[in-house]
């Protein structure tokens, strides 16, 4: 089911693709629509806010008829995240409710995902990425209650499954090497 709300917001988003086809501007349009349509609440159906107590849960929400854009939300239990991933396409994401921190990366010579910042993002705010421009990223629920986000990704999820394009090593998890030799 989607809300009246949902619907008028899918509506627009189809409505402005018909004008903007570059993905920056997509993204942008979609992100402004996203602020307005957080701000007015009562966007999503009770079962699209249902968690997985093993893994932060995807709900397939809207896929656009001509494959434009997906709408999907994403819960999460406290602790639950992402790997570190890059996209595939361009991701707008607003929170709904709770709490997500998101790391991203940048790569380094050698290939591995080096930390490059950490911003909270509460009920209400709204970013965007658009691949290949810092678009390495792990999202985690850091606060003590489900969080639920919205996200519009540039791509049919129904198809592809999920936005996410390539996994890496969790710099956190590596080994350390010790800090004095033996
Ligand atoms: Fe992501």
């Not at 809207?62 to 991933?85: C, E, I, K, M, Y």
């Not at 509460?122 to 990223?137: N, T, Y």
């Not at 956190?172 to 800090?179: D, I, N, Q, S």
Request: glycine content about 8%.
């Amino acid at each position: 089911m989607v809300t009246p709300r949902m619907a008028g917001f899918i509506t627009r988003l189809a409505g402005l693709f018909d004008r903007v086809a570059d993905p920056h501007e997509r993204a942008r349009a979609a992100a402004d629509a996203l602020a307005g349509l957080l701000r007015a609440g009562g966007i999503l159906a009770p079962e699209h806010t249902e968690p997985d107590p093993r893994r932060y849960r995807q709900h397939l929400v809207h896929v656009d008829d001509r494959a434009r854009f997906s709408v999907v939300s994403l819960v999460w239990l406290p602790g639950q995240h992402t790997p570190v991933h890059s996209h595939a396409c361009w991701c707008v994401v607003g929170v709904v409710t709770g709490r997500e921190a998101e790391t991203r990366y940048r790569l380094d010579p050698a290939g591995r995902v080096v930390p490059a910042g950490t911003a909270v993002n509460l009920p209400g705010d709204v970013c965007w990425l658009v691949p290949p421009e810092r678009d390495i990223h792990r999202v985690c629920n850091d606060g003590d209650r489900k969080a639920v986000s919205l996200h519009v990704y540039g791509a049919d999820i129904a198809v592809r499954g999920s936005s996410i394009n390539q996994v890496y090593p969790d710099p956190a998890a590596r080994p350390r090497a010790p800090e004095h030799a033996p």
